[in-house]
């Protein structure tokens, strides 16, 4: 189903998955800390949004069960990614935080780590509710994943790219 949007290129919950996607490579790819935390956020924001864009498209109301169940998808991600939303939007303390550290990137060759092509920058890593620590990739990566397998699996939904092909995205 189409909705009519607010912004003329946003038309389909797919739309606004591939924004989600993008949101991630701009995230990844920042120059620095303010644009890597502008681009997390939109990507929280969005997240949230397209729950509400598939909701909506389907003519359905979230009940308590169904918002349970996305929250805890991708391994529970889906919440502390909405926690993290709302925290910002908010200003609200949540049990969920993003902390700044150090991130050393590798290339990989067939004999491992390419020399020369090393570099460390700073990043932020995911402290979930939990207080496990997940870093910036692997927090995109798994939520993602789990809009890709949702739209692979629902015959109505047209199947998405795969996201990693976004995580070159860098405006």
């Known amino acids: ?9 946003f038309k389909t919950p797919r739309d606004i998955a591939l924004k989600l996607f993008r949101e991630a490579g701009r995230a990844w790819n920042a120059g620095s800390l303010e644009e890597m ?8 924001v969005t997240n949230s949004s397209l729950r509400d864009w ?5 003519n359905e109301n979230g009940d308590k069960a169904f918002h349970s169940a996305w929250r805890a998808k991708a391994d529970g991600l889906f919440g502390e990614c909405a926690d993290i939303a709302n925290a910002s ?3 609200v303390v949540k049990r969920v935080s993003v902390d700044i550290g150090n991130q050393k990137l590798s290339a990989l060759g067939p004999n491992g ?7 460390e ?8 509710s939990s ?13 993602c994943r789990a809009w890709e397998e949702l739209f692979a699996d629902d015959p109505s939904l047209e ?3 795969f996201h990693g092909e976004f995580l070159l995205t860098t405006a």
């Open 121 to 128: 920058r700073q990043a932020f890593s995911i402290v979930r």
């Open 113 to 119: 780590v390419i020399k020369g092509l090393e570099k």
């Open 37 to 44: 935390g502008d681009h997390l956020f939109n990507f929280c």
């Open 1 to 9: 189903m189409t909705i009519s949007p607010v912004i003329p290129v």
């Open 54 to 58: 598939l909701l909506q498209s389907r």
């Open 131 to 143: 207080g496990e620590d997940i870093d910036l990739l692997m927090f995109f990566f798994k939520i």
């Open 89 to 91: 939007k908010h200003l």
């Open 159 to 161: 199947a998405l790219p």
